[in-house]
């Protein structure tokens, strides 16, 4: 019995070591209930900033699609007949298309001459270190543009050049030029060196390397500052209000329009004002990855 039960044993021990051990179930650790509140925390405030930039923006939609009448009865707030009197009455009665090219065209020139004159500049400033021009380009980056209104206005009416496109133009690059040159400086500061002296090793001049090397690497610097100066460009009021004439009156400024003594048409200020948001919203869309590139380029590199 003794040699059986022996023998039983060496049978048991040799079929469980045959077989494949079965590993062991992990058991994960408990987060911390710090962790937890945290990321419960960091939904909840992300859904509240959420709501507070789209709030506003959905109120705007909504109440482009109401009555006058509709949108003062708060019963209607969300349950309501829409109607497109109020776009009609933008688009077609108050012809908004010629307001519409007026911003486009403006913002679009304003950004292009800025580009062109201030990419050179940021260029030598950061490659020479010219501290004295960067100085002047930060001053009249931080100086209000409203500070200087009342003399542009006294210049330019006594150059007879009040209400043309022109003086918006120039009013609009004294913004978007700084912007440009302050942005790109960073921008050229984060590209190696190497990159250039290597190119002028190899029989370029140092304006040849920087067209052929430098620029096409700063194509994402150069989205964000065109972006940003003809977004800002765009919706500037306070230039065209002053300096515009019947002709050459931007989309912010014929915004101003529903705005009576006695009363405001809510409606069609809400159309008119959806009808300028909706291509800056589009174009951030779409170039949100440039606009981010760009603007953290000097952050991460180099």
Do not use: C
Not at 183 to 208: N, R
Not at 251 to 273: E, K, N, T
Request: proline letters at 5%; aromatic letters at 14%.
């Amino acid at each position: 019995m003794t040699v059986l039960n022996k023998n039983t044993e060496n049978t048991k021990t040799q079929t469980s070591a045959g077989q494949p051990r079965q590993p062991l179930p992990v058991r994960r650790p408990k987060k911390p209930l710090g962790t937890r509140a945290y990321k419960v925390f960091r939904v909840a405030a992300l859904i509240a900033v959420v709501l507070f930039l789209v709030a506003p923006l959905f109120w705007m939609l909504l109440a482009s699609l109401k009555t006058n009448v509709d949108i003062y009865d708060t019963a209607k707030s969300f349950i309501f007949s829409p109607t497109f009197e109020n776009y009609a009455n933008v688009l077609q009665r108050n012809n908004y298309f010629v307001f519409i090219f007026n911003s486009f065209w403006v913002a679009f020139v304003s950004t292009a001459l800025s580009l062109v004159l201030g990419v050179p500049a940021a260029y030598a400033m950061s490659r020479f270190t010219m501290h004295r021009s960067a100085l002047v380009v930060l001053m009249a980056r931080v100086i209000p543009g409203v500070s200087l209104l009342v003399p542009w206005y006294y210049v330019f009416s006594n150059l007879k050049m009040v209400g043309g496109f022109e003086v918006l133009i120039l009013s609009h690059m004294f913004v978007a030029l700084p912007l440009i040159v302050y942005i790109m400086m960073s921008y050229f500061d984060s590209l190696p060196l190497e990159l250039e002296e290597s190119a002028q090793v190899d029989g370029l001049t140092p304006i040849g390397a920087f067209q052929r090397i430098t620029l096409p690497l700063s194509v994402a610097g150069m989205a964000t500052a065109g972006i940003l100066s003809f977004i800002f460009s765009w919706n500037n009021f306070m230039f065209a209000l002053v300096l515009s004439g019947s002709k050459t009156k931007t989309l912010p400024v014929a915004i101003f329009d529903f705005v009576s003594y006695a009363s405001i048409d809510w409606g069609g200020l809400m159309a008119a004002a959806t009808v300028v948001t909706i291509p800056i919203m589009i174009i951030a869309l779409f170039t949100q990855k440039y606009i981010v590139s760009g603007m953290t380029a000097g952050a991460t590199k180099g």
